[in-house]
């Protein structure tokens, strides 16, 4: 009944956001002379405090209208080309200059861990003036119905092997996070079956591709409960009126509680600060705390099925690194990939994903030739900052996109063995 009594606190709080939100449109309206006081300033930073940390976020939008390609404002339009009950493929349609060439062609597929792939606006948008790019949209259980069937790991894994397919011969694949496992499974599936839509390249970023290496307090958590106590305690059905009505998920609320117990004093610090800065009057501070928490806070649920699946394969049994992972009844063998170039990054200080962690793949992936493999590890960044920030922006979006644009075909022949790299873990 958690799920439950989680919607019931929620419906019960809304009379008093609803008051609270009144009340500062009052106390901030530049009319009320006590909008000029500190008095005034305080209870309007209080009462939107209070409103912000008892809303339920929506899904944001990515919001990329335009990029710059050759010095040049160009407008994107975003699109959705693929369908399936979990998940729509988005392609950001850049208006190209008449007569200049295509860029590489690059599927992002974003975690399904409880953020939407909207966490990955700031990716994309690094990305989008040199790439050609279509994103994985994961759909919130929650809203889902159950008519619909289930979804787990290996509905995944074709997901991702389907969207390769629609996209086409030479596409370039980003994993962040979550779906390193999966993607370099499709890709070891499908070059297994020699499938000429295996992508030129996959990027694996910050993801779990053998946890028993610098486990982080995510990892552990795997390892000290059995699946039957994740099963039994974070498993609920979906509460009515939703649309997926008794699916059973795991809630998206859970994983959000998860990750902020992991860094609590920052995030209340951020708040306090937050709070002081209305006070001030400091509009840029505020705004930037308001864009950061309303993605962070919004959240979506997952399968059971998935969840549990990927908790047993991935932290548990560490099937994939171990050569035991399975797919369909088929085993997945990594050694199978020969003709994928295989770009690794991590961040120096990943309390999620250990370094090394990543690096794993270049280890299963034996038969890749050291011409077209290439592991970088960031200094000074956490998690996030792998795939969003300055130091992306800086120093790893550069090297995704030379490395792409150096491996553009697919090469099915033998390769000169070089051994290339960036600083290694």
Same mark, same amino acid.
């Given at each position: ?44 930073? @209080? ?5 912000? !940390? ?60 409880? %953020? ?17 790019? $279509? ?8 809203? /889902? ?13 074709? $997901? ?31 070059? @297994?079956?020699?499938?000429? %839509?295996?992508?030129?390249?996959? !990027? ?6 053998? !946890? ?37 998920? $795991? ?61 047993? /394969? ?8 171990? @050569? ?19 770009? !690794? ?30 592991? $970088? ?44 790299? @960036?600083?290694?873990?």
């Amino acid at each position: 009944m958690f799920y439950q009594l989680y919607e019931l606190n929620h419906a019960m709080m809304a009379p008093y956001r609803a008051a609270s939100e009144a009340m500062r449109l009052a106390y901030s309206n530049p009319m009320n002379p006590l909008s000029h006081t500190a008095f005034g300033r305080a209870a309007a930073a @209080g009462l939107e405090v209070f409103e912000r !940390t008892t809303r339920r976020y929506g899904k944001p939008e990515f919001g990329l209208h335009e990029t710059e390609i050759d010095g040049r404002a160009v407008p994107v339009a975003e699109r959705i080309v693929w369908r399936q009950p979990f998940c729509n493929l988005i392609h950001f349609e850049r208006a190209l200059p008449k007569g200049r060439a295509a860029d590489p062609k690059v599927l992002i597929v974003a975690p399904m861990s409880g %953020h939407y792939a909207t966490l990955l606006r700031g990716t994309v948008e690094t990305l989008l003036p040199h790439s050609d790019i $279509y994103i994985t949209d994961w759909i919130d259980a929650r809203v /889902v119905p159950l008519s619909e069937g289930g979804f787990d790991l290996d509905d995944y894994i074709d $997901y991702v092997i389907e969207m390769l397919r629609f996209i086409g011969p030479n596409t370039h694949v980003i994993a962040v996070c979550q779906p390193a496992v999966p993607v370099l499974a499709a890709v070891a599936v499908m070059e @297994g079956r020699k499938d000429s %839509h295996a992508p030129a390249s996959m !990027t694996l970023m910050g993801g779990p591709i053998d !946890t028993r290496i610098k486990p982080t307090a995510v990892n552990q958590l795997a390892k000290e409960k059995p699946i039957t106590w994740f099963r039994d305690n974070v498993i609920m059905p979906v509460p009515w009126p939703q649309a997926g009505f008794m699916r059973q998920v $795991y809630p998206g609320f859970l994983q959000l509680s998860g990750f902020m117990s992991m860094n609590l004093d920052r995030h209340l610090i951020a708040h306090r600060e937050f709070f002081e800065h209305l006070v001030k009057n400091d509009g840029d501070a505020a705004e930037k705390h308001r864009e950061f928490y309303d993605e962070y806070l919004a959240v979506m649920d997952l399968t059971a099925e998935f969840y549990l699946q990927t908790v047993e /394969v991935v932290f548990m049994r560490h099937d994939l690194p171990k @050569g035991e992972m399975m797919h369909r009844g088929e085993r997945v063998d990594t050694t199978a990939i020969r003709n994928v170039a295989l770009l !690794t990054v991590e961040g120096e200080n990943d309390d999620i994903s250990g370094v090394g962690q990543t690096e794993a793949a270049q280890t299963i992936c034996t038969n890749i030739p050291d011409s077209m493999r290439m592991h $970088y590890v960031q200094p000074d960044v956490g998690h996030y900052g792998v795939f969003n920030g300055s130091r992306f922006r800086r120093e790893i979006a550069p090297r995704i996109v030379a490395f792409q644009r150096e491996h553009a075909v697919r090469k099915t022949g033998p390769v000169k063995q070089v051994i290339r790299g @960036g600083k290694t873990g």
